[in-house]
């Protein structure tokens, strides 16, 4: 047996050198090697730290400026539009017409992506603008005029810049080239164009089919459908909106006339082209436009004469009855600036009474050459050179004659009809008295044939009874609609209650419009809208925004 001491060493365990608990890395050890990578791990780290607050300050940079340079680039009313695109465009597409189309196709692929200038906020919240047109309460009485959109192919586009009233065309029934290119001539000195165009159309059945299109789209997006009936209830007024311009506030125009191959001599030819435009673009239209004023479609200013004007007239009111819409679009005649002889004006103005038209469009592009503004100023030779073109003259220097035909214009409709049917003696015989009160039986389609005066003259009882004039500048509403005053004659028995013979006839106006203080003179002098075309071409997308607030600028300065 061994020893006590002996037992014990023989037991006592051997000693293991002590482990360290794995935690995945070696044990730390403060080597000069070791040292170094931390400290690179450590600056690594402090540089992606470094990257990712660039990042984000750049990003954050770079969504900012996107973001204002969208709201900015899409506003209509930036300088850019004027003062960088307009230009551009001019120095790209030398050719007047090339710059039109591709203006056309760039507005509405930047529709498309929802990229297009339009009218930032709701400057016409206010209602201070606000005027009556065939029973409706437009925004803003500042319109575009045709020619700006010919084929209906950006109306949605035209609006957003801010208009209360778009007109598109001429529209002619069968699509036809029109003149020979080059037809657009720029003269920019003057701010002006001459074109020859010679209604260059796609035909009516396309642009009508287009407008549909518009309408259905539109029926869709109200949760309507996309049939036939969903069409139906926006054309019939039940979703809300006026059926041509699918917005409440504004309307759309649609611009019609002959195509070039029609004679002007051949009064059912004639007809039948814009009846059947009326057929195509009718209901899809708040306003019908015939166009009889155009310098460049030969024989097309012939229709003017009274006769062949009134019988014109009367088919289209005919063919617009027609329409298959519960509510029919209102009807206007564009006239020419140069038929401004007394009895061209009185001529036009009795054939609109006679055939129960709505209004008139006055101006249209001219024949004639304004001297240049200032006077004694040179032209640029180019633009020397351009002013010789043959074509219509629009521009700037316009204006004064607009604002007279208006006033001439104004002043010849609101006469009244020139003619009544004649009165018999008070001893005529007791068959023949019910002649004696016939001007108690007028209604605003039968034709008269005596004037007003001439009836007041034979008919010592009898009185007349003449619309308001425009109302002022102040309110700047026409009250046109359908509370507007009527033309009314009181009867020889001097009944009390006189008979209607038809609502005061509405004119627009254009021609040589730029400002805002011009816009209001247009319609002091009676005018219910303003409609601009060369202003928007030199001005840009901003033209509207900036007419609009110039008359709101010289109202407050009038309050002063």
């Known amino acids: 047996m061994l020893p006590q001491a002996a037992r014990m060493r023989a037991t006592r365990l051997p000693r293991v050198a002590p482990r360290f608990r794995s935690t995945g890395h070696p044990p730390f050890v403060h080597t000069p090697a070791r040292q170094a990578s931390t400290a690179s791990e450590t600056a690594t780290n402090a540089r992606s730290a470094g990257t990712r607050s660039k990042n984000f300050i750049y990003g954050s940079a770079l969504t900012l400026a996107l973001s204002f340079g969208y709201l900015y680039l899409t506003d209509a009313r930036a300088g850019v539009h004027e003062w960088l695109v307009v230009p551009a465009m001019r120095q790209i ?109 796609e035909g009516a059945e396309l642009v009508a089919m287009r407008l549909r299109q518009r309408v259905r789209e539109f029926a869709y997006h109200a949760g309507l459908g996309l049939d036939q009936e969903a069409e139906r209830i926006v054309l019939d007024g039940e979703a809300g909106v006026p059926p041509g311009s699918l917005q409440a506030g504004r309307l759309m125009a649609v611009q019609i006339a002959k195509n070039k191959t029609t004679s002007e001599h051949d009064m059912e030819a004639v007809q039948s082209d814009y009846t059947r435009c009326v057929e195509y673009l009718g209901k899809y239209a708040d306003i019908i436009v015939v166009n009889v004023s155009s310098p460049n479609t030969p024989g097309l200013r012939t229709l003017q004469n009274v006769e062949p004007l009134t019988r014109l007239l009367s088919s289209v009111v005919q063919a617009v009855n027609k329409v298959d819409r519960k509510t029919k679009p209102a009807i206007m005649v564009k006239v ?15 054939a609109v009474w006679d055939s129960g038209v709505d209004g008139v469009i006055v101006g249209n592009t001219t ?145 040589g419009i730029t400002n805002g203080r011009q816009a209001r003179e247009i319609l002091d002098a ?17 033209t509207i925004s900036k007419i609009k607030k110039e008359m709101r600028d010289t109202a407050d300065t009038e309050k002063r």
């Open 336 to 350: 020419s600036p140069d038929e401004d002889s007394e009895e061209q004006v009185s001529g036009i103005c009795g």
């Open 526 to 542: 009676g005018a219910s809208v303003a409609q601009v075309y060369t202003a928007i071409v030199y001005g840009g997308a901003g």
């Open 93 to 201: 597409y030398p050719d007047g017409e090339d710059a039109h189309h591709a203006g056309t196709a760039i507005l509405r692929a930047l529709y498309s992506f929802g990229l297009h200038p339009r009218e930032r906020g709701n400057p016409d919240a206010a209602g201070d603008l606000e005027v009556d047109v065939f029973g409706h309460r437009l925004s803003n009485p500042i319109g575009t005029s045709a020619g700006l959109d010919k084929g209906a192919e950006i109306p949605s586009q035209m609006f957003q810049l801010g208009a209360g009233l778009v007109e598109v065309g001429a529209v002619t029934t069968i699509p036809q080239e029109g003149n020979p290119k080059p037809r657009v001539f720029r003269l920019p000195s003057q701010n002006a164009l001459i074109n020859r165009y010679g209604f260059n159309s």
């Open 367 to 511: 024949k004639k050459r304004p001297v240049p503004l200032p006077k004694g100023y040179l032209l640029p030779e180019k633009d020397a050179s351009a002013l010789l073109e043959q074509g219509g003259y629009s521009g700037p220097q316009m204006f004064e004659r607009t604002l007279s035909l208006v006033k001439r214009y104004r002043k010849n409709l609101d006469d009244g009809p020139k003619q009544l049917p004649p009165l018999k003696s008070p001893d005529q015989s007791a068959g023949d008295a019910s002649d004696s009160s016939v001007l108690d039986k007028v209604n605003p389609t039968e034709k008269l044939s005596e004037t007003v005066e001439a009836a007041k003259a034979s008919l010592p009882d009898a009185t007349t009874e003449l619309p308001a004039a425009s109302s002022p500048l102040s309110t700047n509403v026409d009250d046109i609609g359908d509370s507007a005053p009527l033309l009314a004659v009181q009867s020889q028995a001097g009944n009390a209650a006189p008979a209607p013979v038809g609502p005061r006839k509405v004119i627009f106006a254009t021609g």
